[in-house]
């Protein structure tokens, strides 16, 4: 692995975060049907509670709504949060001031002065690599982002960030990416080793794949909303990845199957960040840290599951 710079070096050193899509957003994650603000309040203090204490939200979650909560939430507590967000290169935002225009709504929504990492939603066809990391370096610069981070980058979209960073004496911090034992492209096309060698934090985005990786959803019991339709292929594979896991997890002092499955992505060396509605999910999944699989058990898994889904091995363009 290559030197991690010393700006970058907390992510590193840890295990899991908080996903928070969840807080806020009705269309994917229906919020407000069955759980609404006291749920998330308590799978933000449960979570700080249990040393999950790195949390990503994105101006984008619910309409702000998300920064919000996580700001109100920050209110309520004294230990120490840190705090990941993400700029949507919306196509009326081109310029590099966009971006510490941006972050400075974030702050706001929140209530914080600068956040830990600040990361690049998506990449855009209209404002360039070039451009958006010379608005993370302001935005690092000045003091408003502690580092700067991008997320659905492919491999040379990616490297173009590292060097454009670089060229402001800025590390690229990470890149938020999906990635699960359902996922596992990154690891395919070799986005994983590439960050390993370059001191990137690969966070894993979906690292529950929405909900399948806990043993709850199956071809009869399809997840609610849009999930039901976009896994109906995968729910119909996922018995024996399903009864895999609770046979390690079972093995493995009574693990829970999510708490497998997050173990796992922790084992391949990256930061997964599950979204939790409510205090039990927290729980049970901050339960996937502190112990790791053995190498056999990895093994199995990977063998599982290597053909579950078409992968390229070719690094992708984007
Ligand atoms: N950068 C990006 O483009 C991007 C994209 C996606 C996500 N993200 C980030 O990554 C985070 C995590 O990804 P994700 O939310 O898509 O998916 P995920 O973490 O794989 O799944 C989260 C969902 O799984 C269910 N769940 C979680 N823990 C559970 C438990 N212990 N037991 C039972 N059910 C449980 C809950 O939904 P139900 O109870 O409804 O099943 C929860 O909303 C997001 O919150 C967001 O911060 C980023």
């Known amino acids: 692995m290559s030197e991690i710079s010393s700006e970058t070096r907390f992510l590193h050193a840890i295990e899991m975060g908080l ?12 919020y407000g049907h069955g759980y609404s603000v006291e749920e998330v309040r308590q799978a933000f203090q449960t979570s700080i509670h249990e040393g999950i204490y790195f949390i990503d939200t994105a101006e984008l979650y619910g309409n702000g709504l998300s920064e919000r909560l996580l700001g109100r939430f920050l209110k309520e507590t004294d230990q120490p949060v840190l705090i990941a967000t993400k700029f949507f290169p919306v196509p009326w935002r081109f310029r590099k001031a966009a971006l510490p225009r941006a972050l400075k709504g974030s702050l706001a929504r929140m209530g914080i002065e600068n956040v830990d ?56 911090a990470s890149n938020q990416v999906h990635y699960s034992l359902l996922s596992r492209e990154v690891e395919k096309n070799g986005t994983l080793a590439r960050c390993k060698e370059l001191g990137i934090r690969l966070i894993a985005y979906s690292p529950l794949e929405k909900g399948l990786l806990t043993g709850k959803y199956s071809s009869e019991n399809p997840p609610p909303g849009v999930r039901g339709s976009q896994y109906a292929e ?14 390690i997890g079972q093995n493995h002092g009574d693990k829970t199957i999510s708490q497998v499955a997050l173990n796992w992505l922790i084992c391949k060396g990256a930061l997964p960040i599950p979204g939790a509605k409510n205090s039990q999910q927290a729980e049970m999944n901050a339960g996937g840290t502190g112990w790791q699989l053995t190498e056999e058990q990895i093994a199995r898994l990977d063998h599982a599951t290597d053909n579950i889904r078409e992968y390229s091995s070719r690094p992708p363009s984007s």
Not at 139 to 161: E, P
Not at 162 to 170: I, M, P, Q, T
Request: glycine share 8%.
């Open 234 to 247: 995968l729910l119909k594979k996922l018995p024996s990845v399903i009864k895999l896991l609770q046979e």
């Open 117 to 172: 990492l600040y990361q690049i939603h998506w990449p855009s066809p209209l404002m360039s690599t070039e451009t958006m990391m010379e608005g993370m370096a302001e935005c690092v610069k000045s003091g408003l982002a502690r580092t700067a981070g991008v997320s659905n980058f492919g491999q040379s979209r990616m490297l173009a960030a590292y060097s454009a960073l670089a060229r402001h004496n800025v590390p690229l």
């Open 19 to 30: 996903g928070t899509w969840q807080w806020g957003d009705r269309i994917v994650w229906q």
